[in-house]
């Protein structure tokens, strides 16, 4: 480079300042008609949101709440339809349970002989164990007042000679509900339990003074349970007690 300009690069910077200017000009200017343009747009924006909200206010009140008030009421008459089709099911042609047993599924929707006789079984192995132990905390959950106090009475009875329970629980042969009703807002369902059991009671002095610790007895047991159905509580609680004929 000598220090000189050449010409065409000369040329070539002017150019691209008059393009840069005209840009500018063009781009940084904003016509009254695309202002107003802009205004309309935004216009039709919140009409339409206003439109929108005011559809929105008119389905969402009256005719939702009918639609809904169809579907518990329908959803309620296929839980009692299946309520009864479970306990004309599990009757198996005894009139007479059936009766019992669909006066309470129709207080009770939720009411299934099957669900509950799983839990009488369960219940009745964990009441026969806890009595042999004396378990009074856990028989205080699963019994009525009137038998808490009896099974605690007889407990007590037992303690106080110093005599000791030694019990296995074998197994439930066969539990049967032979008996349901409804009194007033009390259901009341009572089991037959054939059980297997070793049992021996021992004195103070550890001697066998009944039953057998090496022999597997018989026993047959029957429980009636009751439970208020407007209660939340699912829980059942043995309500009386008798010894087979």
Known sequence: MDGTIDVITLLF???AVVVVLKLRSVLGRRTGDEEARYERQL???Q??????????GKVVTLPRRERETATVGGTENVAMADAETRVKNFAAGN????QGLLHIARADA???PEHFLRGAKQAYEMIVMAFAEGNRKLLKDLLSREVFDSFVAAIADRESRGEQIDQSFVGINKAEIVEAELKGTTAQVTVKFISQLISATR???GQVIAGDPQRIREVTDIWTFAREVTSRN???RLIAT???N
């Open 110 to 112: 939720n009411f299934d």
């Open 13 to 15: 910077l002017i150019v």
């Open 95 to 98: 009139t007479f349970l059936e």
């Open 47 to 56: 009409e339409a949101r206003e439109r929108a909200a005011a559809a929105k």
């Open 203 to 205: 004195d103070a002095a």
């Open 234 to 236: 699912p829980n059942w």
């Open 242 to 244: 008798q010894a087979a």
């Open 43 to 45: 216009r039709a924006q």
